[in-house]
T-cell receptor, first 111, second 117 residues
């Protein structure tokens, strides 16, 4: 079955870059997503990448995909205190429409 | 555009009771998915509705059921509540037609926090 894994916690200084990593098992994944969740809130879609791409840049966000190793990363440039949140990666398999989420990475930005 | 809305915001029930949660999708979206997010975990897929029918279902018991209305809004019903059903229930809307162009993006509502005592 599908499985998505993320590291639990990342601490970063304001102004530095953050890199959040994710691994997945479903080789038929078609799209991979990054969502942000702030305390008490729903999920905010940050960006996504199609499985035949290896990189996508969107302002401060850069997504890298290594399909061979089933590894996805999200780089946030010039991290701000407002970037403190939980970040989830998710994959959409070829077989259906559901998203399978990782357990989330809590990012703490220190001033 | 109000985005995805859910009601109620919070709900407290006791074991054995039944609950109904409601979701209105983003304007122009025709597909609604429901997810359960237990504390400290990622969301788990419950089911998805399209054209008023359940299109796909995750590993949840039959106590979890749903409905989609002609205006695309949706309800999630949970019967015989258990303590373990306490969670944040998230609704996500998407557009099935033309989704290939938009990465099958799913937009989430703020969720309903269900507490079962």
């Amino acid at each position: 079955g599908e499985d998505v894994e993320q590291s639990l916690f990342l601490s970063v200084r304001e102004g530095d870059s953050s890199v959040i990593n994710c691994t997945y098992t479903d080789s038929s994944s078609t799209y991979l997503y990054w969502y942000k969740q702030e305390p008490g809130a729903g999920l905010q879609l940050l960006t996504y990448i199609f499985s035949n791409m290896d990189m996508k840049q969107d302002q401060r966000l850069t997504v890298l995909l290594n399909k061979k190793d089933k590894h996805l990363s999200l780089r946030i440039a010039d991290t701000q205190t407002g970037d403190s949140a939980i970040y989830f990666c998710a994959e959409r398999g070829a077989a259906g429409n559901k998203l399978t989420f990782g357990g989330g990475t809590r990012v703490l930005v220190k001033p | 555009d109000a985005g995805v809305t859910q009601s109620p915001t919070h709900l407290i029930k006791t074991r054995g009771q039944q609950v109904t949660l409601r979701c209105s999708p983003k304007s122009g979206h025709d597909t609604v998915s429901w997810y359960q997010q237990a504390l400290g975990q990622g969301p788990q897929f419950i089911f998805q509705y399209y054209e008023e029918e359940e299109r796909q279902r995750g590993n949840f018991p039959d106590r979890f059921s749903g409905h989609q209305f002609p205006n695309y809004s949706s309800e999630l019903n949970v019967n015989a509540l258990l303590l373990g059903d306490s969670a944040l229930y998230l609704c996500a809307s998407s557009l099935t037609s033309g989704s290939l162009l938009f990465g099958y993006e799913q937009f989430f509502g703020p969720g309903t926090r269900l507490t079962v005592l």
